[in-house]
């Protein structure tokens, strides 16, 4: 992909229905978060995310939990973007999980302003890949975090396809 061409679509939106109802990331969970993860450049991916004020921690600041929520699903969005690429099937992302996630928190995140998350593989071994967030509001790193993804077999993929019909 160009990086001076944007991308249109977001990894979550080419996840097959009946695994799009992730809380942070699906993009049927009606209560969810929505959170849509892109190419920003051949090496990096971005995501959006706007707190609300009951995404409160303290007056002024965001609930930590949100912040490891939002690396969580970047991550894994990032590992299926890069596993997909690397197998020559953009339009056909693998399903990963977190089999670990470690945040750190640098500086306190204000309430209001947009949140960016950048995201890059570090690593990629077969069914894991490593994956490093970065997060900012205003343009000021506020946390990052490391999250290791695991793909998820097609045997239990299929197991959780016929949970859903």
Request: neutral net charge.
């Amino acid at each position: 992909m160009s990086t001076k061409e944007p991308q249109k679509w977001a990894i979550q939106d080419l996840y097959p229905d009946e695994l799009a109802y992730c809380y942070g990331c699906g993009r049927l969970n009606e209560h969810g978060y929505h959170l849509k993860t892109y190419w920003r450049n051949e090496e990096e991916t971005v995501a959006y995310f706007t707190p609300q004020p009951y995404h409160i921690a303290i007056p002024g600041y965001v609930y930590g939990g949100l912040i490891a929520s939002l690396i969580d699903c970047h991550g894994t969005g990032t590992a299926a973007a890069f596993a997909a690429r690397e197998r020559g099937t953009p339009l056909n992302p693998p399903r990963f999980l977190t089999a670990s996630l470690h945040v750190d928190y640098l500086k306190p995140t204000p309430l209001g302003p947009q949140l960016e998350l950048r995201g890059r593989a570090r690593e990629i071994r077969g069914r894991k890949v490593t994956v490093e967030v970065e997060l900012y509001a205003e343009d000021i790193l506020r946390a990052k975090g490391v999250v290791v993804c695991v793909e998820v077999p097609a045997h239990y993929l299929h197991a959780l396809t016929q949970q859903t019909q």
